[in-house]
């Protein structure tokens, strides 16, 4: 055990052996987080149908898109008749396609953004029922960076569990009512699924950095913590 008020005094190699000490490995650090989503799974389905709920609908709106923009090159005028009605698409007028665009923007970054409020809450109260096992840590040496870590580390699990199965259910319910509506053998299939492996990708990388940008606030509140303060907290 080093002194209080010593620590200046220790030399650099003493240093890193004692920032070892404290600092958890990765495999250990994903251990804890996911015994956290399990031993709190109703908490972590709230966040994590938040984040499907937001990625289906991203997903949705990126494979109409793709479909209508598939349909609209074939310039056949029964399809464009249906696009006009079922669609709200004038393929005739290219502000028609702007305007149907721009709703389209407005929507999903609503929805985006009641997501992101709505997984923050999520993980504030994951803090605080965690209190304990907050100042717990604390009081055994984790560092703040190690906190910050664990949320980080459990929002991104649930970011990417949450966008892949909000990706097959936001395609499948857009593809299978468009469809229906235009007929299944209307699509040319190689661009619409050359479209759709980029509308994958984008809907990771959305996935994730929402689940990530929702866990900084809570990670901050965490990590700031006193250890005295967490564990006077009665469960």
Not at 62 to 69: D, E, H, Q
Not at 93 to 122: E, M, R
Request: proline share 4%; glycine share 6%; with cysteine.
């Amino acid at each position: 055990m080093v002194p209080m008020g010593s620590a200046e005094r220790l030399l650099p190699a003493d240093r890193n052996r004692i920032g070892k000490q404290i600092v958890l490995p990765w495999k250990k650090s994903l251990d804890i987080c996911l015994g956290s989503i399990k031993t709190r799974l109703g908490r972590s389905v709230v966040t994590l149908l938040g984040i499907v709920l937001a990625i289906a609908f991203l997903m949705s709106i990126l494979t109409s898109r793709a479909a209508i923009r598939n349909l609209t090159e074939q310039n056949d005028p029964h399809i464009n008749v249906l696009l006009t009605q079922h669609a709200s698409v004038d393929v005739i007028d290219p502000k028609s396609i702007a305007h149907k665009q721009q709703q389209d923007i407005w929507l999903l970054t609503l929805s985006l953004l009641v997501a992101l409020v709505g997984i923050v809450n999520s993980m504030l109260m994951s803090v605080t029922e965690r209190f304990r096992e907050i100042g717990t840590m604390k009081c055994l040496g984790a560092l703040d960076a190690f906190i910050v870590r664990l949320f980080f580390i459990e929002s991104t699990i649930q970011g990417v569990v949450g966008t892949l199965v909000g990706m097959p259910i936001g395609f499948l319910l857009t593809y299978l009512r468009m469809a229906v509506t235009f007929g299944f053998g209307t699509f040319r299939y190689g661009p619409l699924l050359a479209e759709t492996a980029v509308n994958i990708v984008i809907c990771m990388f959305v996935g994730t950095v929402l689940a990530v940008l929702a866990a900084w606030w809570p990670a901050r509140v965490a990590a700031r913590m006193q250890p005295v303060e967490a564990m006077r907290v009665e469960e």
